[in-house]
């Protein structure tokens, strides 16, 4: 019997729920980091023009291939390209499942250091820990980790399982006010502390002698990777728009605020981070580094009512990560529904179970089990984490990204983009010429220099 498919009960819900896609670990532990390793101005430049020229453009494709065929990734392309094209939707669910197994062990390490903080922030912080030990210990705790990570993996499934309404736009109502809520209060407390100007002129007074070429590349990739683009989630999530909202004022809102986001958080960190001597040489060339190692210590040493806000912030990492991590179990749960007809409850355990399987292997490639820790596939890769996670950035999203546009912008008709694109009201400042201009040329050569850049340079997005 074919049932009811899901649909997102308002125009706030949706844009709440692909938001919170948006938003994640990618904005709160990728950003600042990269921004750190790029030298800061210029690079936030360059990432804002990627994310205006490429993003928005490849967001409002996603949304309206899916809302044309109110299809899951691999149905919908198939139905609105062509029976291949069904392959570039399998290619885009795999993404999702691979991203998520290991997703969901970053996620984990948040519970951990929420648990960790409030036991500090009750008890009194233990000056002789060192920090870096303490990551390296829980880290290569095999049986914490699969703990961690499995609460967490219920915690996705448990979303999803209520179907689109009553899991993940719910989730996300109540969720993402809280997550700009306590990001606001960190922001406060972070403009006060000393080194807040140093930070600020660091992220917005670009200069372009910092920048490397390939930081212009790992700008592009990380705005596929921020936005859930290239994998057909935004197509997932568009399936289930009604016809009367606009796909172009969703896309620039979901962008703008996942773009304040990443930059209020960097902010945040870095006010932090230059407000200490001697920190800033500190953060070493590892993106796991800043978020728990050199700051959980600072919230109890420089940070105004870091009593309060160590453990909010854990709760704020948690957050985030969990209406991302739901919105790529929905990816995955859609297709079984969709393509196999399977019912919502059934598809979304086995889903969940089948990609807990490999998260278990991403779980224990960080020194408890020797040969997930030191495998290496792609040079300098090591482990299984590192691995799947070059494979996914480098490898699915710039190509899958690729697909899409090319879907968009040449093999669909101009009647069909152009009809959806202009449906309901839209704002003043949308042109479709423009949108067009960039879905066939701007955003698919963008998009191939990442590939090039990867396939012979030697870039590196993960
Ligand atoms: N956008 C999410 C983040 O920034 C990650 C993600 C990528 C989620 C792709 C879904 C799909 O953390």
């Known amino acids: 019997m074919e049932q009811q498919r899901g649909n997102w009960s308002s125009n706030f819900g949706f844009i709440l729920a692909a938001t919170g896609s948006a938003i994640g670990l990618g904005n709160l532990w990728k950003f600042p980091f990269i921004t750190w390793d790029n030298g800061g101005g210029a690079f936030v430049l360059v990432y804002l023009v990627c994310i205006a020229a490429v993003g928005l453009p490849i967001m409002m494709a996603e949304l ?54 409030v036991t500090w922030s009750t008890g009194g912080f233990p000056s002789d820990l060192s920090m870096g030990e303490l990551f390296g210990a829980q880290s290569g705790n095999g049986g914490l980790q699969l703990i961690i990570s499995l609460l967490f993996s219920i915690a996705t499934v448990s979303v999803v399982y209520f179907g689109v309404q009553k899991g993940i736009e719910r989730i996300a109502r109540i969720f993402l006010p809280v997550l700009f809520a306590i990001l606001a209060l960190m922001l406060v407390s972070a403009l006060t502390m ?19 070429p390939s930081g212009v590349l790992e700008a592009l990739g990380h705005s596929f990777f921020t936005l859930s683009l290239g994998m057909g989630l935004m197509i997932t999530y568009g399936s289930y728009m009604d016809r009367t909202q606009s796909i172009v004022k969703a896309s620039a809102i979901i962008i703008v605020l996942d773009t304040v986001v990443a930059l209020v958080a960097t902010v945040i960190m870095f006010s932090v981070i230059f407000s200490v001597a001697g920190m800033a040489d500190e953060i070493g060339g590892s993106t796991v580094g800043m978020l728990f190692i050199s700051l959980p210590e600072l919230f109890y040493t420089v940070v105004p009512f ?38 919502r409850h059934k598809a979304t355990l086995m889903c969940g179970a089948s990609v807990f399987v490999f998260t278990v292997l991403a779980a224990l490639s960080f020194g408890s089990t020797p040969w997930l820790s030191t495998m290496e596939i792609f040079d300098g ?17 710039p190509t899958g990204g690729l697909a899409i546009t090319l879907a968009a912008g040449w093999f669909m008709t101009r009647e069909t983009t152009e009809g959806e694109l202009l449906d309901g009201i839209q704002p003043g400042w949308f042109s479709y010429g423009a949108w067009r201009f960039f879905i066939r040329f701007v955003a698919p050569i963008a998009v191939a220099a990442i590939i090039i850049a990867v396939l012979f340079f030697n870039v590196d997005f993960s």
Not at 72 to 83: H, K, N, Q
Not at 87 to 112: D, E, N, P, Q
Request: with cysteine; glycine share 12%; aromatic share 14%.
């Open 194 to 212: 000393s080194g807040s100007g140093e930070a600020l002129a660091f992220i917005f007074r670009p200069n372009f002698a910092e920048l490397r």
């Open 64 to 117: 309206l291939i899916g809302r044309k065929t109110q299809k899951s990734a691999i149905g919908a392309l198939r139905e609105a390209v062509g029976p291949l094209w069904g392959l570039v939707g399998g290619w885009g669910v795999l993404c999702g499942f691979i991203l998520l197994s290991y997703y969901t062990v970053i996620a984990g390490w948040s519970l951990f250091y929420f648990t960790k903080t």
């Open 306 to 343: 870091g009593r309060i806000l160590g453990p909010l912030f854990y709760v704020l990492i948690a957050l985030a990560a969990l209406t991302s991590s739901m919105s790529l179990l929905e990816v995955v749960t859609s297709y079984v529904i969709d393509e196999h007809g399977l019912e």
């Open 381 to 397: 890769k090591i482990g299984w984490f590192s691995t799947a996670d070059h494979f996914v950035s480098n490898w699915m999203l």
